[in-house]
């Protein structure tokens, strides 16, 4: 039988379709279920002008296995008829089966033509085109989109078509850019490109999206040639600019935005986005600079404190930077821009929760009067409180590694020489000292316990002094009327 098939095969290369019709009828009578056998037979019949048959037979074949290509058979068959609702019936049930069928788009596409449903021939013929492309079949993509453009003109009366159908596509793919769908884009603005390789406005698009994705070459390509057809157009070259930041190119943004600057003082974007590039250049003060023009043009734009709350906090001025997220979240209220307005205030929340644990982690300044200063050595005089109970003077000495009493004040505390040692005074002479044996030494909250403390055998020491053996637990900063001692974290 499978040898009987081959035959009729040979009969209908040789266009002999009467003998090869006879083996197709002897073999389907053999096996109803031979697919290739109906589809032959169908094709014969179709050349024959059979029609119905052949839908018989194509019909068949899809009971057995659906197909595209018979679908699309069974099309062809009844546009030949000019019984188009058949035609889109088949076509769809096709697109069911292949949704990316380029050939069932088209067909469907003539189908409403004929019926003068412009609106979905457009579509239809749009999507061929598309999918030509995906094929790389450029040939019949041109041809999709040239009806494209002659049904625009001839229906809706533009008289720029290129421009109109071309727009069609630049919409849907800037929606596309602004909900963050940028492969979605770029397969858009590729496919328009392969049609219009001249679109300056699809070129900076792509341009930007490929800055965006890191695609540096197709970026730097895209948008030399967007600016080169049309230099002109600011529009490319504030594209161009905003690029390069993306490409890091900030040096090259700079010199754009202030070329455009030169054209157009008073556009705000311009100085915004120029100082957002000095940012990035680490040029505080000339960034700071651009976004207080931009205020002084345009007082409300939330952006340009947005900007500036950014700088201060790269600059660690944490409360100037609140202030400005706070003014940009209130001007966003007022104008309405409710995603704007929760980027401020998510910066809010975050600059405040830092500032509150650096406020819980930042150690309290202890702040200690000074009585008097020893103006032959420019020595603070403080007064520091022994074993919780006896107030005395001493020397606040940066210079002096241990802390000592004088003989009186150990005599009035009663305390005992535990041991002695020696040690080096400021004139270099080492001397021998007593050693006593302290509970505590307090300035106010700065407190030391357990401090075995100096006590000079020889005279000349009246007051007591503050060493390195206390101070060094604190940032001692001297003041013209107090000290500030500021614990260490450990």
């Known amino acids: 039988m499978e040898s009987n098939y081959y035959q009729a095969l040979d009969l209908i290369a040789q266009s002999k379709y009467q003998e090869a019709l ?9 096996d109803t279920t031979f697919i290739e056998a109906y589809y032959q037979r169908a094709r014969i019949k179709e050349k024959l002008k059979d029609f119905s048959s052949a839908i018989a037979d194509y019909t068949q074949v899809i009971y057995l296995k659906p197909a595209v290509k018979v679908y699309l058979n ?10 188009f609702p058949e035609v889109i019936k088949n076509t769809k049930l096709a697109i069911d089966l292949d949704n990316k069928s380029p050939v069932a788009y088209r067909l469907m596409g003539h189908a409403y033509q004929q019926q003068q449903q412009i609106s979905a021939a457009i579509d239809a013929y749009k999507k061929a085109s598309r999918y030509y492309l995906h094929q790389q079949d450029q040939k019949n993509a041109r041809y999709c989109f040239d009806l494209v453009e002659t049904l625009i003109k001839e229906n809706y009366n533009h008289p720029s078509s290129n421009y109109e159908a071309t727009k069609d596509y630049l919409k849907n793919a800037i929606a596309k850019i602004e909900g963050g769908n940028y492969q979605g884009a770029l397969a858009d603005l590729n496919w328009l490109l392969n049609i219009e390789p001249n679109n300056a406005e699809a070129l900076c698009r792509r341009g930007w999206i490929a800055a965006l994705l890191g695609e540096t070459k197709m970026a ?3 948008l030399a040639a967007a600016v080169q057809l049309e230099p002109q157009e600011k529009k490319w070259q504030y594209q161009r600019a905003i690029a390069r930041i993306h490409l890091g190119d900030n ?9 455009l600057l030169k054209q157009d003082k008073t556009n705000v974007d311009y100085h915004l986005q120029r100082g957002n590039a000095k940012v990035k250049l680490e040029e505080y003060d000339a960034a700071f600079k651009d976004y207080a023009n931009g205020l002084a043009i345009d007082p409300q734009n939330g952006n340009l404190y947005l900007a500036n709350g950014e700088l201060q906090e790269n600059l660690e001025n944490y409360q100037d930077a609140l202030k400005a997220y706070q003014k940009a979240a209130m001007l966003f209220l007022n104008q309405g821009d409710y995603q704007q307005h929760q980027t401020a205030q998510e910066k809010i929340k975050v600059l405040q929760l830092a500032l509150s644990n650096q406020e819980q982690v930042k150690p309290k300044i202890i702040i200690i009067p000074i009585k008097y200063f020893i103006h032959d050595r420019g020595s603070a005089v403080v007064e520091a409180v022994l074993n919780n109970r006896y107030t005395f003077e001493f020397i606040v000495d940066t210079g002096a590694s241990r802390s000592l009493i004088t003989p009186e004040i150990q005599k009035i505390m009663n305390l005992a020489t535990i041991e002695r040692c020696w040690g080096s005074v400021a004139d270099g002479r080492t001397v021998q000292f007593g050693v006593c044996y302290l509970d505590s030494l307090a300035l106010q909250e700065a407190t030391i316990h357990r401090l075995n403390i100096l006590i000079p055998e020889q005279r000349g020491f009246n ?5 390195q053996d206390f101070l060094s637990n604190y940032e001692v900063r001297i003041l013209k009327n107090e000290i500030h001692l500021s614990p260490f974290n450990k």
Not at 76 to 81: A, R, V
């Open 74 to 83: 069974i099309a062809l068959i009844y546009l030949e008829q000019r019984k």
């Open 220 to 222: 730097i390509q895209d």
């Open 22 to 30: 006879v083996i197709l009828n002897h073999v389907l009578a053999k």
């Open 251 to 259: 040096y090259g943004a700079i010199e754009d935005f202030t070329e």
């Open 463 to 467: 007051q007591g002094l503050l060493g």
